[in-house]
C-alpha cells in the first residue's frame, strides 16, 4: 500500500525526523495562499504514486506567490508523466507547498525488507538525490547496506558506524544516530515494507531534514492499522485494480494486449515471462490464489474483459488445491454473462484436469487449450499475430 509524500512526512514527524514546514492544497488559489505562507520563495511537489516527479517537471523551486499559481494551474490540467507512471501519466489532485531550504549536502537513506535474509536492512549513500539508481549501477562501493537483526533490531553503535560512513561528524552524527534509530522503530510499528528519504539533507545551518520521503506499508499487515485504508488516494489507482482489490485479487495493470489469468504469484511471474519470450506482451498481473472459488475465477475473468486494450486472453492454471474444472466453469461463466469472443488459450495441469479440458472444449468459446506453458504461450501469440 502505497501512501502520498506529505503523508509519508507527516508519520516521519511524529517519530521526531524533522521535515520542512509545508501546506497541502487542493486548488491553484490554495497553493498561492501557502505560498504566501512560506513568503513567496518556496517548493511546489506534485503529489502523485511515482517517483521520478523532479526530472517529469512535478517539481519546481518559485520565487513569488503568483508564479506558484500559474504552475500549480499548469499541473493540475494534465497528468504527469515520469519514468515509472507509463505513457499515461497519473492526475495531480494535491500539490505540496514547502518552505525552501539551503541545502548544504544530501544523502540518500532508506529501510526497507531484506526478503532473502527475512530482515530488514538500512541502506545509505553519500550520494543522495535524483539519480541513487545510477549511483547504484556505476558506483555500487558507494551505496552502504547494513543487515538488521530482527532479535536485537537497530544498535546505536551501529546507527553511529553508517553515519560516520556518510561522512558526518559531532553533533550532526549524533543527530543522525538519533534518526536512523527513529526511522527503525517507524518501520517496525507501522509495518513498513519500505521507508525511503531521499534526500536526506544536512542544511547550511547545520540540521539533518528529510526532504523527500516515501513510505509503503504491508498489505497484509493493514488490519492492524485501521487508519490506513483512509489514507489511499484511489484517485491513483487504475479502476480494475481497486474492482479487484474487493475480491481478494491481485491485479496489476500493465501495457500488453493478452490478458493473463493465473494462480500463484510465481506462477503468474513465469506466465509473463514465457509470454515476452514468445514474443507476447501482457495486459496485467493477475493472481486468483491457489484456493479461489468459481465465482472468485469469474470475477477475475470479468475484469481483464473490461480492459479495453486485451486482445486475448491467457490462462495458466495448475490444479492443486483449485480443481480445473472450477476454473473451466468459472471462465464459461463470465465469458458466457459480457458475449466474449476473444480468442482464448488455456493450460492447465493438476486436479481434474481431462474434465475442465472437456467443459472448456464444449463451451462454444473462441477456446483453445495449449500442451505445455510454451505450447500455449505461442498459440496465443499466433492467434493475435
Known sequence: MNIHEYQAKEILNSYDIPIPRGHVALTSDQVERASKMMGGRCVVKAQIYAGGRGKAGGVRLVDYPEQAQEYAKEIFSRPLVTSQTGPAGLKVRRILVEEAVEIAREFYLSITLDRENSCYVLIASAEGGMDIEQVALKCPQKIHTLPIDPLTGLRPYQARKIALELGLTGSVCEDCVELLMNLYRASQEKDCTLIEINPLVVTKAGWLMAMDAKITFDDNAVYRHREYPDMMDYSQLDPLEITAGKYDLSYIKLTGSIGCLVNGAGLAMATLDVLKECGGDPANFLDVGGGATREKVAEAFRIILQDKDVKGIFVNIFG???????????????????HCSLPIVVRMDGSEVELGKGLLRES??????????????????????
Open 364 to 385: 462454444g468459446l473462441n477456446v483453445q487449450v495449449g500442451d505445455n506453458l510454451g505450447d500455449a504461450a505461442s498459440r496465443i501469440v499466433k492467434m493475435l499475430g
Open 320 to 338: 492443486g488445491i483449485m480443481r480445473c474444472d472450477v476454473i473451466a466453469n468459472g471462465i464459461i461463466e463470465a465469458a458466457g454473462e459480457v
